[in-house]
């Protein structure tokens, strides 16, 4: 790619992490073939998962839960999509060379602060800070190393609307909210690849793809996102509204600290669904479906490789 970070973005259960997941079984003649160097990848789905599982330990001492009122709710505060987002800008600083510092509830706090939230441990006593740190820290995300020369970094975020939202989202809902709150490092060496689904296919993939208990909801190809949030944050996106106003064919324009990024951008259409197979057991992948999907792909990047 022209870019050496690729966002890669969509509604849930669009298609994102099995793309992510088809990349790293690639080696480096497949991945150069689609313009890439040697994957890393980065994604807020974790970090959404360590909100839940610290409410779940808040509810359980009966403290006020920070993000989450139970597990089949939307967020509590709607700035922690910003929190998401400065919590990738922390993880990108660690691959640019400045290690991640603090525990995981620190990093909250920071991120939160960053995104204009109260602390998530305001309230908590030391005590109670000390016992839910220790009952999540085994499920945070290693921190990022380095990124090697001529690494592609991949990063994934789903953000949108509720259902029968109007054009431009409010902050801090949709990607132009998102957007706008990654560092400007990153934005100068960013292109987007958008997974097109509509918002019902991505509700059905949603359903289907859920594995239950705390295994799928780690997981990033097997988690379930509850119904309420998928209609209610997810029921529509602002990605398609944001290429056909940003005055610049094939890009998203992204408006940060008196600065415009014009982010080339380009489609996968997985409307159809080509890349379910790959949340599979990658032996038992099919090779036509395996062609298939390294094909569209390749297409589907070729002006972000030519840009």
């Not at 939307?74 to 060379?97: C, F, K, S, V």
């Not at 610049?248 to 380009?266: M, N, Q």
Request: glycine letters at 10%.
């Amino acid at each position: 790619m022209a870019r050496d970070i690729l966002l890669l973005l969509a509604l849930p259960a669009a298609g994102k992490s099995e793309i992510r997941t088809y990349l790293d079984s690639l080696d480096g003649d497949a991945l150069a073939d689609l313009g890439f160097g040697p994957q890393v990848q980065l994604d807020d789905y974790p970090y959404v998962h360590l909100m839940r599982r610290i409410s779940q330990e808040q509810r359980a001492r009966g403290l006020a839960p920070s993000f989450f009122a139970d597990d089949a709710s939307q967020m509590l505060e709607p700035r922690d999509w910003g929190t998401l987002i400065h919590l990738l800008n922390e993880d990108y600083a660690a691959l640019e060379g400045t290690p991640v510092a603090g525990t995981v509830l620190e990093r909250f706090d920071r991120a939160r602060a960053a995104a204009g939230a109260a602390p998530a441990t305001a309230g908590m006593d030391a005590a109670a800070r000390a016992e839910i740190e220790a009952a999540v820290a085994g499920e945070a995300p290693p921190p990022p190393q380095p990124a090697a020369p001529g690494s592609t970094v991949v990063v994934e975020f789903a953000r949108g609307g509720p259902e029968g939202a109007s054009m431009p989202l409010p902050a801090p809902l949709g990607y132009r909210y998102a957007l706008a709150c990654l560092d400007p490092g990153l934005l100068r060496r960013a292109a987007i690849l958008y997974v097109w689904v509509t918002p019902a296919e991505s509700r059905r993939r949603n359903r289907d793809r859920a594995a239950p208990g705390p295994e799928g909801d780690a997981s990033i190809l097997h988690h379930g996102v509850p119904e309420v949030v998928m209609r209610g944050d997810y029921g529509t996106d602002d990605l398609g509204w944001l290429l056909e106003t940003s005055g610049t064919p094939g890009a998203v324009a992204v408006e940060r600290d008196g600065e415009r990024f014009e982010i080339p951008t380009a489609r996968f259409d997985n409307r159809t669904d080509l890349t379910s197979f790959l949340r599979g057991d990658p032996a038992s992948w099919p090779s036509d479906a395996v062609a298939l999907v390294h094909g569209r792909l390749r297409e589907a990047l070729r002006p972000l490789r030519e840009g």
